[in-house]
């Protein structure tokens, strides 16, 4: 079966975002996205919520086409243009949409059709709200988190309201030059 894997950068003190949805302070580098694209090319499906989606389609389509694309902008964008792509929202349609499924309902029987299917794994970056979902229904197999050396004091929770515990194991870690380090975690 395929596994849905969870991605997101969080401040020291649990924050993904600041109040206003402010993501300035994470640190990504070349070193952060060669290991990202180690786990992309492991993977065949990109499973949103609607904001990162919207966010997603508004960049990475034509990204890599820009006369000034980075390395990691043309690997990333072939990579999204390339995989099939959920989005959990009840707010948008399918209609027009390409490569995508939009699921409004019953999250944890397509969740589950979805990981039978053959494949790759499904990764899921951000989204903070659809990941609480989720998480909520113990859909999410595996985490990363990459840690960011820094307290933001407020903002936007990595966890909440969450319905019940979710007991994880450490898999690995890995630190990188620029100061984050990534947990690797699965579920018990």
């Not at 020291?12 to 090319?41: H, P, Q, R, S, Y």
């Not at 997603?56 to 980075?70: D, H, I, L, V």
């Amino acid at each position: 079966m395929r596994k849905l894997i969870f991605f997101m950068h969080t401040s020291l003190d649990g924050f993904v975002a600041g109040l206003n949805g402010e993501m300035d302070w994470i640190n990504v580098d070349n070193e952060i996205f060669d290991f990202v694209a180690t786990m992309t090319d492991k993977a065949d499906t990109a499973l949103y919520g609607r904001v990162t989606y919207e966010m997603m389609q508004s960049y990475w389509p034509k990204a890599g086409e820009r006369p000034n694309a980075s390395k990691h902008d043309k690997e990333h964008s072939a990579w999204y243009n390339k995989v099939s792509k959920v989005v959990l929202s009840k707010t948008i349609s399918e209609k027009g949409l390409e490569n995508t499924t939009v699921i409004s309902d019953q999250l944890a029987d397509n969740i589950n059709k979805i990981k039978k299917q053959d494949g790759k794994n499904i990764l899921i970056f951000g989204s903070p709200g659809a990941s609480q979902s989720l998480l909520n229904q113990g859909l999410i197999d595996e985490f990363w988190l990459f840690v960011n050396p820094i307290i933001l004091g407020k903002g936007m929770p990595l966890f909440k309201d969450m319905t019940g515990t979710t007991k994880l194991k450490l898999i690995e870690s890995k630190t990188f030059a620029c100061g984050v380090i990534a947990l690797h975690y699965g579920k018990l």
